[in-house]
T-cell receptor
Framework: AQTVTQSQPEMSVQEAETVTLSCTYD???????LFWYKQPPSRQMILVIR??????QNATENRFSVNFQKAAKSFSLKISDSQLGDTAMYFC?????????????FGTGTKLQVIP | DTGVSQNPRHKITKRGQNVTFRCDPI?????LYWYRQTLGQGPEFLTY????????KSRLLSDRFSAERPKGSFSTLEIQRTEQGDSAMYLC?????????????????FGDGTRLSIL
């Protein structure tokens, strides 16, 4: 069975500071894709960043970057220069392609509060 | 592009009643997903369609749940004989899977969700 664990239910960070959200996962598959999604209060879930498991280079998207450690099955999200608009629930997820089908597993989320 | 649209935004109903939700994906997207999200939890995958074909269903989708996407555009999710435990946010997402290309890394675009409350 595939599982995703986000061990930090809530976190806070001062505006302009850096914060890292942790995510670990468990799967026996070798080919999969990892994502971080952001869900602001009462708003749509949107994709923040994604990482292909076969790529060693960590993905970066502006102020967002990941630290992907495949052997450790770890996929943490670093947010630099935190902004008030970063306040949201953050979900780690992975997708395993299986004959064209997709098994999608989400973590329980980390609630991030950016403090002015 | 108006994004993924879900209706209604909220649904309150008595236990035992049937409910139906609608999802209109982004127009060119051929994949459509349904998720359920309860308070304090991440989304749980329910089912997904490629065009009109329902390709995968989670074990969470009991016999009381049925989803359709008859013309490969909008989709409906029906819950029959609702129970207290069905209270949740039901999310719809869509993505574009281009034929002949690795499709599993295409991002999913989510709607606002339909919040179901069972009295």
């Amino acid at each position: 069975a595939q599982t995703v664990t986000q061990s930090q239910p809530e976190m806070s960070v001062q505006e302009a500071e850096t914060v890292t959200l942790s995510c670990t996962y468990d799967t026996s598959e070798s080919n999969y894709y990892l994502f971080w999604y952001k869900q602001p209060p009462s708003r749509q879930m949107i994709l923040v960043i994604r990482q292909e498991a076969y790529k060693q280079q960590n993905a970066t998207e502006n102020r967002f970057s990941v630290n992907f450690q495949k052997a450790a099955k770890s996929f943490s999200l670093k947010i630099s220069d935190s902004q008030l608009g970063d306040t949201a629930m953050y979900f780690c997820a992975f997708i395993i392609p299986n004959g064209g089908y997709q098994k999608v597993t989400f973590g329980t989320g980390t609630k991030l509060q950016v403090i002015p | 592009d108006t994004g993924v649209s879900q209706n209604p935004r909220h649904k309150i109903t008595k236990r035992g009643q049937n409910v139906t939700f609608r999802c209109d994906p982004i127009s060119e997207h051929n994949r459509l997903y349904w998720y359920r999200q309860t308070l304090g939890q991440g989304p749980e995958f329910l089912t997904y369609f490629q065009n009109e074909a329902q390709l995968e269903k989670s074990r969470l989708l009991s016999d009381r749940f049925s989803a359709e996407r008859p013309k490969g555009s909008f989709s409906t999710l029906e819950i029959q004989r609702t129970e207290q435990g069905d209270s949740a946010m039901y999310l719809c997402a869509s993505s574009l899977a281009a034929q002949g290309t690795p499709s599993f890394n295409q991002p999913q675009h989510f709607g606002d969700g339909t919040r179901l409350s069972i009295l």
